[in-house]
């Protein structure tokens, strides 16, 4: 697949790692530590256990081989995470996967970079939508209710990450290693908790966990990319939702639980607004009332 993109140049900013003929190896583990130390923050048993991984190296495969990979990759996560068993499977509420490359990892975000990236999408096969903030895709993951012996299905939108990001106005969206795609069920993960390990109701848990994550969003020299919206005369932005926390956190006290803003949309899975080489915010990112903080997908 890298041959089609002899033009993907290094880019003179910080190098995450130095290159060597271990760089793929090392780059490989530094993406996963980096995803599960952020994830260990919010929740440790999302860390141990809960991500499907799938990296390459793009200069050593074939579009046809990297093809093949996807989609057994996807295949192996549909199995695990449809009806998990103690002792014999464990659930993936999330799908990462991971270009690792030296060439892209250093590449500038320009307009090759996102070919690169819409091949690799494309690659992965799923369905896609056009909404108002641009063009997004879809995975989907079904669960088991125990009790019923029904299956459940999540739709949830793909996201994207860039070694890119590193010093710049969305650096939220970095990762180490070149690009990445996840798709991340929320819905997949409150009724795994709910149904297979007895916790009670997650939905305060579900926002807490999402209003924090967007409160914690990198401050750069560029400002924020995303932040909480804070409620207009003690209302939120969809005033019939009553907020489903009784005691919120001190942090997010005075926050609308219904909406965030930002001059990105999280749901937007291949930015036009990302690739560029000038590190500020493009005059087309707009200021905007974002998606909801969470659904049920």
């Known amino acids: 697949m890298a041959e089609n993109y002899p033009e993907l140049y290094r880019r003179s900013e910080k190098q995450w790692l130095p290159i060597d003929k271990g760089f793929a190896d090392r780059l490989f583990e530094k ?4 995803v599960n130390r952020n994830l260990e923050k919010e929740e440790p048993a999302l860390a141990r256990r809960e991500l499907q991984f799938l990296d390459f190296a793009p200069e050593q495969a074939s579009r046809r081989d990297i093809l093949i990979r996807i989609q057994q990759g996807r295949r192996d996560w549909w199995q695990r995470s449809r009806s998990p068993r103690a002792l014999v499977s464990t659930p993936a509420h999330g799908f990462v996967l991971c270009v690792v490359s030296q060439r892209v990892n250093f590449a500038e975000p320009n307009e090759l970079l996102r070919q690169f990236s819409q091949e690799l999408l494309g690659l992965w096969g799923c369905r896609s939508t056009i909404e108002p903030q641009g063009q997004v895709h879809w995975e989907e993951l079904f669960l088991e209710n125990p009790k019923t ?13 860039a070694a890119a990001g ?5 650096q939220d969206h970095r990762i180490p290693g070149g ?19 007895g916790k009670p109701d997650q939905e305060t848990w579900l926002l807490e966990t999402a209003m924090g994550t967007i409160a914690r969003a990198a401050n750069t020299k560029y400002g924020q990319a995303t932040w909480l919206r804070q409620l207009v005369e003690g209302r939120p932005y969809v005033p ?6 009784l005691h919120p956190k001190a942090n997010l006290t005075g ?14 899975a291949v930015r036009p607004e990302f690739f560029r080489v000038a590190p500020e915010k ?9 998606a ?6």
């Open 292 to 297: 909801k903080i969470i659904s049920h997908s």
């Open 31 to 34: 993406t996963r530590s980096v």
């Open 282 to 290: 493009p005059p087309e990112a707009k200021l905007r009332n974002c």
């Open 179 to 197: 690009v990445a795609f996840t798709a991340n069920s929320v819905g997949h993960m409150r009724r795994y908790r709910e149904w297979y390990e």
């Open 166 to 170: 590193d010093g710049r106005w969305w």
């Open 240 to 245: 019939e939702v009553a907020c489903p926390v």
């Open 149 to 161: 012996e029904t299956y459940v299905r999540f739709e949830f939108s793909v996201d994207f990450f």
């Open 255 to 268: 926050y609308d639980w219904t909406r965030y803003r930002g001059h990105l949309h999280t749901d937007h």
